[in-house]
């Protein structure tokens, strides 16, 4: 992402149900932070629905659930429904965390786009969303006209 | 009109947010929103919240959602928070405090990066208080970064600025009550069920009564209420201060005053910035004033004699 | 000179005073220039300056007697003798000699006879104490049949809802097990009128055996998230339940402080010391405001320690927690018994240090852990954690391998044959004291926001581990940490297998079906009366514990009690400022 640019990638992120381990969340938000996104935490023992209508209140271009408990297979297919039920189709979500093997393949035909097993990199996460956004933005119509809010350096 | 303007004055969640967004990112699509949805603002009753970090303002404002709801309001929320100067991203948490409305219809949550802005407001707060004015919110809660005393752009935007304020915050208490208490409309004296509330209180109603000697603002005299938001006490009493303010703005014609002023520096801030960004691309095209703009940069002529010397050309 | 030894020569400040002239620091340098120089010239350090693993600080090549007399170093003043005022060599006049410590390892799962099962098991091999781990929806307060719990209830540990479920899990053979440390915090008046009650039930001589609440609401606002309350509340809910044990069952540990919570949340040990000790004094505040004496409350206080990977900063840690300790209660509190100045503690190897990949590694690590946890003072406890834990919930086999190490080192390593045998060391006793300059002055700024439930509501501490947590991960990423397995000596294709336990369902089934049968044959008009007593007591100031156990032995759920509470207290949220971002 270019540093400061005006139409920062905006991102929600949340944890579903009762488990509030929050390092990995608390790391995945400070790296997004640092390349330059607006992360919008909605907090701890969350519902798909509460998650679904923050997530569109702020009208975010991904959603991030963060999950190290078994209840994803549950909550994740609900949220992704919500989210096209509610109009929310053109929002990414991606999950990171505890995700077993076995589970992957259900939650993709679900509608994660991308899940992220402990241990991932964070540069992996934030490159990953920041190519997604610039192809995004390159696909919508044509650029708007930046406007220089200084003029370049020599 | 546009899909989304329609959309948007119907009361559309989607097409709301999805309104913000384009201002809030400087996209023409919001201007053109804006356009459509301006003859239909004007009804929401503003108010702007601030106080130092650490006052409970996002507590404060889930509470008064609250009773605002069961007034039968419908609520919207504009949280602010800073912007890194450095990369531009930001992390945005105020919402959490509110997440129990988070279903509810009637209220709509928008947390915002200052994204590079100072004075405690993004460069699109006040557009997106329109855009929620003209989706049938009757009020809009605009909570601040609310950082010290020069956070107060709000006073600008509101119709009605509330100070937060609470007890143990030590010395600089001092220095923002110096900035704010000129400003304030309502006191709210949040965690009032800590220890050295009644010192705070003392000291808040002194300076209030203080400041209500001067005359001027005779007709409307702050009030000082005390509230424990995080168990909902107070909030009552705190509406009612805001709804006595909104009708005392009404009955003096201040209301209606109050929004063209805020217009107009809407207005002038937007040719302020519009008039430099044309000037400087018309600047940079021709080699002589570009050479100027050059000298600024490596200090070889101070700041104003350039910018005079700019207008001068441009016969300004 | 060459730019690496000017490098790693000590400056002139760290000398001391005279030093630069002393015999000493003359042969010193000619080492440093005759010998070392050359050599490294050569062989430059594999890193350039070497930092410690947890603190980031800078390590020198070589400790002397000139690092002691730098810090000042005194043996009486910062040593003493084991048993003795400051407790540096430990606490135990004869360290390990006499006795060993208690062995335990964590355990909990499912509903109560599942528990019983797998801690009978436990106790067969060789076991004395077990710690109870509750599951989600228990430790948050909420009843198995919540909506928000789906999918929770008895995975992360035993479930509990009622009386009843309590007195099934604890049909064991009380005959053999010697204590019991129950970890369950927001809940807690709750949790301890059950055990009361439950152990009553079971027979159990009250006087005799030893129970240890967790009860360290404040260390989950924290870091670990299991919170019901606002900080302020929760402290109260927490100084209640230390009132009552203090009073009823003064042979009871009523608080125990899990900085083994901090560290995995990446405290560096100097913080992981000031936050705890903090903690600690916010505590004590709160019962001495209630009329105890610094004297009566302070040996009630239990401290449980994880060892990292960072051996030496780990031993050094341990040490300066038992001088800090003793420090703070004779000094701050005006404590005078020798029992108020003595810390105790669990110790454990820590978790975290482990890694999904090649696991058996795991088993190495952990006789590292423990080894150093027993050469800086394993204290009264230790407790293993299993080398597969993080794959999925403990195998018979790992509880097996779990036991055996801690074992080995008591018996086939000697290292515990001698008292405190690191003592002495120049970098041991310099490091123990930088650790505890640098604890006192964070402890200094902390007072300054106002004690630690101020440094909570403010987010202080959350936003400082935030810090640490984002600094660790982000040298590990880069390759600065190495980790073996995870950015070193990585296996190309190794599969990280993540297995996430996953209980029948039927548990769940049955765990609501019985909490809706315990419903439907109680007497609810009893029950609401009971309830609103709890509400009252809330609202007033009298102490929580009676009217809960009140109401648990009319089979007012665990749920509902929390419920009660809420009503009064309200709900925390921690906004991100809270959560640590």
């Not at chain 2, 409307?220 to 909030?235: I, N, Q, Y």
């Not at chain 3, 030496?312 to 509190?333: P, S």
């Not at chain 3, 002055?441 to 509501?457: F, H, M, N, Q, S």
Request: hydrophobic share 40%.
């Amino acid at each position: 992402m270019t540093a400061k640019s005006s139409r920062p990638l905006r991102i929600l992120l949340a944890k579903l149900g009762l488990d509030t381990h929050t390092v990995g969340i608390t790391v995945v938000a400070h790296a997004l932070r640092e390349a330059g996104m607006e992360v919008i935490f909605a907090g701890l023992k969350q519902t798909p629905e509460m998650v679904v209508s923050a997530a569109i209140q702020e009208d975010v271009d991904v959603i991030g659930i963060s999950s190290l408990s078994a209840g994803h297979t549950r909550s994740l297919p609900r949220l992704a429904r919500l989210l096209r039920e509610q109009g929310g189709a053109d929002k990414l979500l991606i999950v990171g965390g505890v995700i077993p093997e076995e589970d992957q393949p259900l939650l993709e035909a679900a509608g994660v786009a991308r899940i992220f097993t402990m241990g991932t990199d964070t540069r992996e996460i934030a490159r990953y969303l920041n190519d997604w956004w610039l192809a995004r933005l390159a696909r919508a119509e044509p650029a708007t006209r930046t406007e220089p809010s200084a003029p370049p350096r020599q | 009109m546009t899909d989304i303007g329609c959309a948007l004055l119907a009361g559309q969640v989607a097409a709301g947010a999805r309104a913000i967004r384009w201002l809030d990112d400087q996209d023409p699509r919001g201007r053109e929103v804006l356009r459509e949805i301006f003859p239909h603002t004007g009804r929401a009753h503003l108010v702007g919240i601030t106080g130092p970090p650490g006052a409970g303002k996002s507590t404060l404002v889930d509470a008064l959602i609250g009773e605002q709801r069961a007034r039968g309001r419908r609520v919207g929320v504009i949280a602010v928070d800073p912007s890194s100067p450095f990369t531009g991203g930001a992390i945005l948490g105020d919402r959490v405090r509110m997440q129990r409305h988070a279903l509810d219809e009637g209220v709509f949550v928008r947390s915002m990066g200052t994204r590079g802005q100072a004075g405690g407001l993004s460069r699109s707060t006040y557009d997106a208080c329109l855009v929620l004015d003209a989706m049938g919110y009757d009020v809009v809660l605009v909570e601040t970064v609310g950082v010290g005393q020069d956070e107060i752009d709000i006073v600008s935007l509101a119709h009605t600025t509330v100070i937060v304020m609470v007890p143990g915050l030590g010395d600089e208490v001092q220095a923002i009550k110096a900035g704010l208490l000129e400003v304030g409309d309502v006191f709210l004296l949040n965690k009032a069920d800590r220890d050295g509330v009644e010192q705070v209180g003392r000291e808040l109603e002194l300076m209030l009564h203080l400041r209500g000697q001067d005359g001027e603002a005779a007709a409307w005299r702050p009030p000082l209420l005390r509230m424990v938001a995080t168990r909902g006490e107070g909030t009552g009493a705190a509406v009612d201060a805001l709804e006595a303010h909104a009708a005392h703005l009404r009955a003096s014609g201040q209301y209606q005053r109050q929004a063209g002023l805020r217009s107009y520096h809407q207005f002038t801030a937007t040719l302020r910035e519009a008039a430099t960004r044309r000037l400087l691309e018309r600047a940079l095209r021709h080699s002589a004033t570009a050479a100027l703009v050059a000298d600024v940069h490596d200090l070889k002529v101070d700041p104003y004699s350039a910018a005079e010397a700019l207008l001068a050309q441009t016969e300004l | 000179m060459s730019t690496i030894s000017k490098l790693v020569t000590p400056t002139p400040e760290t000398a001391p005073g005279d030093g630069a002239t002393s015999p000493l620091a003359q042969a010193r340098a000619s080492w440093e220039r005759e010998t070392r120089a050359p050599y490294v010239a050569a062989n430059p350090d594999r890193e350039t300056p070497p930092r410690s693993q947890a603190l980031r600080w800078p390590v020198e090549p070589l400790y002397t007697p000139a690092d002691l007399d730098a810090v000042g170093f005194d043996y009486l003043k910062d040593l003493g003798f084991p048993g003795q005022y400051p407790f540096t060599r430990g606490t135990n006049p004869n360290g390990h000699r006499s006795k060993l410590w208690t062995m335990t390892q964590v355990t909990g799962f499912g509903r109560g006879e599942d528990w019983s099962k797998r801690a009978r098991f436990m106790l067969e091999q060789g076991l004395q104490g077990l710690i109870l781990e509750y599951d989600l929806p228990t430790t948050n307060g909420y009843d198995s049949d919540d909506p928000l719990v789906e999918g929770e209830v008895g995975r992360a540990g035993l479930a509990i809802d009622s009386l009843q479920d309590l007195k099934r899990a604890l049909d064991l053979p009380f005959e053999r097990l010697r204590y019991l440390m129950s970890v369950c915090n927001a809940p807690q008046p709750v949790n301890l009128a059950m055990l009361i009650a439950a152990l009553e039930d079971k027979g159990v001589d009250l006087s005799k055996f030893g129970l240890t609440i967790v009860n360290g609401i404040l260390i989950e606002y924290t870091c670990v998230g299991r919170y019901i309350y606002p900080p302020v509340h929760g402290l109260r809910v927490a100084t209640d339940c230390m009132e009552y044990i203090i009073r009823h069952h003064p042979n009871w540990a009523p608080i125990s402080i899990i900085s083994a919570q901090l560290q995995p949340a990446k405290a560096t040990p100097v913080q992981e010391l000031a936050f705890s000790l903090t903690i600690a004094m916010a505590y004590i505040d709160a019962l001495l405001a209630r009329g105890f004496g610094i004297d009566e409350v302070a040996p009630y206080f239990h401290f449980v320690i994880n060892v990292d990977m960072d051996f030496f900063e780990g031993i050094c840690k341990l040490r300066a927690f038992r001088k800090m300790w003793a420090r703070l209660m004779k000094e701050r509190y005006g404590a005078t018994t020798p029992e108020a100045m003595r810390i105790r503690t669990l110790t454990s190897p820590t978790t975290t240090a482990l890694t999904l990949q090649q696991p058996l590694n795991n088993i190495g690590r952990l006789a590292i852990m423990a080894t150093a946890c027993a050469l800086g003072g394993a204290g009264e406890t230790m407790s293993t954690p299993l080398h597969d834990e993080a794959h999925s919930l403990p195998a018979e086999q790992a509880i097996r391998v779990g036991a055996a190490i801690q074992h080995l080192v008591a018996h086939e390593t000697g290292v515990v044959d001698t008292i405190d045998p690191l003592a002495g060391s120049y970098y041991v006793e310099s490091l123990t004291r930088r650790i505890e300059d640098a604890a006192t002055e964070e402890i200094a700024r902390i007072d300054k926001l106002g004690g630690a439930l101020k440094a909570i509501e403010t987010g202080y501490f959350q936003r400082a581990l935030g810090r640490e947590q984002y600094e660790r991960n982000r040298e590990i990423e880069q390759g600065r940490r190495k980790w073996v397995g995870v950015n070193h000596l990585v296996l190309p294709d190794e599969k990280r297998e993540i297995k996430i336990f996953r209980l029948d369902e039927r548990v769940e089934i049955e765990q609501i079906a019985r909490l809706r049968e315990l419903r439907a044959h109680r007497d609810e008009a009893q029950v609401a009366r009971l309830l609103e007593a709890v509400r009252e007591a809330a609202r007033g100031g009298a102490n929580l514990v009676p009217p809960c156990m009140a109401a648990v032995r009319a089979d007012a759920t665990h749920g509902e009690l929390c419920n009660a509470m809420r009503d009064v207290f309200g709900v925390h949220k921690p906004d991100s400022q809270l959560a640590g971002m």
